[in-house]
């Protein structure tokens, strides 16, 4: 206890006797264990108050690297679901110049059986051109651009 041996405790209490007397060394030795009791009682608040802190401490760290990792989380996925809309968007455009370019076909077919040469000829080069128009839309546009260059890049 404190490092000291049994008889310096010894020699602590034969001076204790003598200093106190026999009749106030037991009312001494009850407030020194009171004392003792209250003291141990203090440093074991301290220290869980200390060790209380500390783990609030890392739960905080721990909630901001989480709160972080889910707003990374969810703009990436907010990208992707971006580029997955801008690939049906695009497909959906190329769907539709597809069956815009096979109507036309139908038609021309039509009209050339019907009509002359000359007006489906006519009809058929203003098809081509309105296709080709949309598809310089699509082509041109930067987002797309944009993001096919992300997705060359990923692919890399």
Known sequence: MFGMSLPEI?????IAVLVLGPDKLPEALVKFAKFF?????????AKSNFE??????ELKADAAKLKS???DISSNVR???????????KKSASDFSEELKNS???SQTNSDNENSRIPSE???ISSENSQNQVLDKLNSDPLNNEIDEQKAGKNV
């Open 122 to 124: 006519n009809s058929r």
């Open 104 to 106: 036309l076909d139908f």
């Open 37 to 45: 009791k209250y003291f141990k009682a203090q440093v074991s608040s």
């Open 79 to 89: 990208k992707k679901l971006t580029f997955e809309e801008l690939d049906e968007l």
């Open 52 to 57: 209380q802190e500390v783990r609030i401490a």
């Open 69 to 71: 990792s889910v707003t």
């Open 10 to 14: 010894v020699v602590i209490l034969v």
